[in-house]
């Protein structure tokens, strides 16, 4: 089975704070996503990555930065965290190569639920 | 564009009722359509697909959706609602040509409430 691993699943953090996520995927997957999740808004895509060091900017990446040094670790990054980023934080991966034949399922991580005071 | 509309945001039913969660979809080739469930403080779990085939999918915990060409919906069933069925559902769409990378456009999801 695939697993995607979110390091910190509650983090509370103050205003203006550096803040990282970290997820981690075990099955060789090339596309990873960070979506942040809200009551009422769904789930909204941040950034992905479709390579190492590759990225792609989503619908709301304002305040946010992302990094893919190796496959299987995708971060993202609050340089300067605020009160608004209170969020739920999903990342995903799905299978790339051909992405045609492939039908690319995303598989989710159990989620980060941040917490900006 | 891509997009997904799940028009209602909640749905509830008497345990043992049928239950049919709604989903219609806007995208440029042929759809490939997912639905995902996600229980409370957890990330979403895939439930099943449609990719190409029989308009009737079946998938995980005894669900299925219809795919409907002529009216753009992919619409999650289960014959017989159970309690432990509530949940949030996502419905799901990319374009099977593949021009967005892998990406999936999710609805804003449905809240399903199953009373005992």
């Known amino acids: 089975d695939v697993k995607v691993t979110q390091s910190s699943r509650y983090l509370v953090k103050r205003t203006g704070e550096k803040v990282f996520l970290e997820c981690v995927q075990d099955m060789d997957h090339e596309n990873m996503f960070w979506y942040r999740q809200d009551p009422g808004l769904g789930l909204r895509l941040i950034y992905f990555?479709?390579?190492?060091?590759?990225?792609e900017k989503g619908d709301i990446p304002e305040g946010y930065s992302v990094s893919r040094e190796k496959k299987e670790r995708f971060s993202l990054i609050l340089e300067s965290a605020s009160t608004n980023q209170t969020s739920m934080y999903l990342c995903?991966?799905?299978?790339?190569?051909?992405?045609?034949?492939?039908?690319?399922?995303?598989?989710f991580g159990e989620g980060s639920r941040l917490t900006v005071l | 564009a891509q997009s997904v509309a799940q028009p209602e945001d909640q749905v509830n039913v008497a345990e043992g009722n049928p239950l049919t969660v709604k989903c219609t979809y806007s995208v440029s080739g042929n759809p490939y359509l997912f639905w995902y469930v996600q229980y409370p403080n957890r990330g979403l779990q895939f439930l099943l697909k449609y990719i190409t085939g029989d308009n009737l999918v079946k998938g995980s915990y005894g669900f299925e959706a219809e795919f409907n060409k002529s009216q753009t919906s992919f619409h999650l069933k289960k014959p017989s609602a159970l309690v432990s069925d509530s949940a949030l559902y996502f419905c799901?769409?990319?374009?099977?040509?593949?021009?967005?990378?892998?990406?999936?456009?999710f609805g804003r999801g449905t809240q399903l409430t199953v009373w005992p």
């Open positions: 799901a769409v990319r374009d099977g040509r593949g021009s967005t990378l892998g990406r999936l456009y």
């Open positions: 990555s479709y390579d190492v060091k590759m990225k």
């Open positions: 995903a991966s799905s299978l790339h190569r051909d992405p045609v034949r492939v039908t690319g399922e995303l598989f």
